[in-house]
């Protein structure tokens, strides 16, 4: 599993000092969410934010893109550091073309579906995805609890990639996950998790990263998990990842 910690509840008035910790405990991955007050009630941050971060960190840029037709920012998002951009199935009318746009910039892709929207749009899309994400929660705000109906849903997810060409295709959760459902979600499919509240604030993080992976003693990892549980310094100066 790949715990990719959301920026979202992090210290805002420390933020190098978060990176900092983050990298020092073992993190790999950072997930950003960028909300536009539209697609979400919620506003948070845009590509300067990346910008001002990219120098600090060598951290994987998961960056969850909650914005109406995202694709008129993707190069934006690329220009400032996004290493994986995931963009909502619901928020754009031309989702493969802006998936594919994606990885013409040299990013990894990803799609996101929110909890009411069917996973069946994936058979049609396996090929272009390089992760899957399912809301737990109604995209917009940290904190909120865990929607019980996922664990179906990744399995139902998994399904569906590897009879579609999409079994190289992480699939990651995001939403009211903590160490308490770690265990249950990694057993139904989920291969990356984020975390918000339940991680941030928690220090020391090396503790709190260890009390996400406890639940998961002995689970064998696939190896396109392992493929990019790295930080994009640390296969081939990051062209790897990208
Ligand atoms: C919700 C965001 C999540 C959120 C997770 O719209 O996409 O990434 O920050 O926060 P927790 O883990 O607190 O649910
Ligand atoms: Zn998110």
């Known amino acids: 599993m790949i715990l990719s910690p959301s920026l ?10 978060e990176l900092t910790s983050l990298e020092a405990a073992g993190l790999t991955w950072l997930h ?3 909300m536009d007050g539209a697609f979400v009630p919620n506003i ?10 990219r120098p600090m960190t060598d951290l994987f840029f998961d960056v969850h893109l909650m914005i109406e037709e995202p694709a008129r920012y993707i190069a934006d998002f690329r220009a400032a550091g996004a290493d994986m951009m995931v963009i909502h199935a619901e928020a754009d009318r031309h989702v493969q073309r802006t998936l594919a746009a994606i990885r013409d910039l040299g990013c990894k892709a990803g799609l996101a579906l929110n909890p009411g929207t069917d ?9 272009d995805l390089d992760m899957l994400l399912l809301m737990s929660v109604n995209p917009g705000f940290s ?13 139902e997810a998994r399904r569906v990639l590897d009879a579609n060409g999409g079994s190289a295709v992480l699939i990651q959760v995001d939403g009211g996950v903590s160490p308490e459902n770690t265990g249950r979600l990694v057993d139904a499919g989920a291969e990356v998790l984020v975390s918000g509240s339940a991680f941030f604030g928690h220090k020391p993080y090396g503790q ?18 392992n493929a990019l549980r790295h930080r994009r310094d640390s296969l081939d100066g990051g062209t790897l990842l990208c």
């Open 8 to 17: 979202l509840s992090a210290d805002f008035a420390h933020l190098a000092d």
């Open 44 to 53: 948070t941050f845009g590509p300067p934010l990346l910008h001002a971060l």
């Open 32 to 34: 950003l969410d960028v």
């Open 208 to 225: 709190r990263l260890a009390a996400f992976m406890e639940p998961l003693a002995g689970r064998v990892s696939r190896p396109e998990e």
């Open 143 to 155: 904190g909120q609890a865990f929607i019980p109906a996922t664990y179906e849903k990744i399995r």
């Open 119 to 127: 996973v069946g749009c994936v058979r049609w899309l396996a090929k």
